[in-house]
C-alpha cells in the first residue's frame, strides 16, 4: 500500500462549488504539506502543518483551508471554487521530528482538480 | 526573479546517451539540495540528496552542488527511456522548514 494517499485522485467541479480534497498518510511522519503545481511554475505550498495543532499559511493560501484532522490526515479546502484554482494538487509529509534528519518530503499521487 | 531557476525543456535525447540537467539559484542560504523525478500522472519522489557542495554518486545518477556559482547539476549516464520524466530540482537552507523547487525539466529518452 502507498505510504502517502490522496483522494479524490480527479475531480471535475463548478465555481462556486466547495470541494475538499484529502490525504492520509502511514509514515508517521509528523510534518503535512500542501502543494499545488502548475505547468511553468513548479510546486508552490499552499499550507503545511508540523504537528496536529500548529497549521501555516504558505505562499499562495488566498482562497484555501485546512485541516488536520489528526497526526496522519490533512484536508484541504476550497471554499467557493474558481478556474484559476484548476491545477494538480499534491500532498507531502516528512518527519524531521521522527528522526529523518534530512526531512525529506514523500509526495501523494496527487489530484487532478478541474474548475469549470 | 525567482529564487530558483530552471529550464523546462523538453530535453530530447537517444538511449545511451549522458544527460546534464541543471539549476541556478539566488539565496546563498541554501545548504540543502535535492533531485526529485516526477513520471507522468505520478507524484514527485526523491532521486538524490545533497548536503552543502561537492559531489554524490547513485548509479547511473550524479548530484553535483557549486555554491559559488549557486549552481546544480545532475547527470545520467547511459540513459535509458525509463529515465523519460520530469525532473525537479529543490532546496532549503539550514532550519528551515520551506524547500523551494524549480518547474521541472521534461526529459524524453528515445529508444
Known amino acids: 500500500d502507498a505510504d502517502v494517499t490522496q483522494t479524490p485522485r480527479n475531480r471535475i467541479t463548478k465555481t462556486g462549488k466547495r470541494i475538499m480534497l484529502e490525504c492520509s498518510q502511514t509514515?508517521?511522519?509528523?510534518?503535512m504539506y500542501w502543494y499545488r503545481q502548475d505547468p511553468g511554475l513548479g510546486l508552490r505550498l499552499i499550507y503545511y502543518?508540523?504537528?496536529?495543532?500548529?497549521?501555516n499559511k504558505g505562499e499562495i493560501s488566498d482562497g484555501y483551508s485546512v485541516s488536520r484532522q489528526a497526526q496522519a490526515k490533512f484536508s484541504l479546502s476550497l471554499e467557493s471554487a474558481i478556474p484559476n484554482q484548476t491545477a494538480l494538487y499534491f500532498c507531502a509529509t516528512s518527519g524531521l521530528t521522527s528522526g529523518d534528519s534530512t526531512d525529506t518530503q514523500y509526495f501523494g499521487p496527487g489530484t487532478r482538480l478541474t474548475v469549470l | 526573479q525567482k529564487e530558483v531557476e530552471q529550464d523546462p525543456g523538453p530535453l530530447s535525447v537517444p538511449e545511451g546517451a549522458i544527460v546534464s540537467l541543471n539549476c541556478t539559484y539566488s539565496n546563498s542560504a541554501f545548504q540543502y539540495f535535492m533531485w526529485y523525478r516526477q513520471y507522468s500522472r505520478k507524484g514527485p519522489e526523491l532521486l538524490m540528496y545533497t548536503y552543502s557542495s561537492g559531489n554524490k554518486e547513485d548509479g547511473r545518477f550524479t548530484a553535483q552542488v557549486d555554491k559559488s556559482s549557486k549552481y546544480i547539476s545532475l547527470f545520467i549516464r547511459d540513459s535509458q527511456p525509463s529515465d523519460s520524466a520530469t525532473y525537479l530540482c529543490?532546496?532549503?537552507?539550514?532550519?528551515?522548514?520551506?524547500?523551494?523547487f524549480g518547474a521541472g525539466t521534461r526529459l524524453f529518452v528515445k529508444a
Open positions: 529543490a532546496m532549503r537552507n539550514t532550519g528551515g522548514f520551506k524547500t523551494i
Open positions: 502543518s508540523f504537528d496536529v495543532k500548529d497549521i
Open positions: 509514515k508517521g511522519h509528523d510534518r
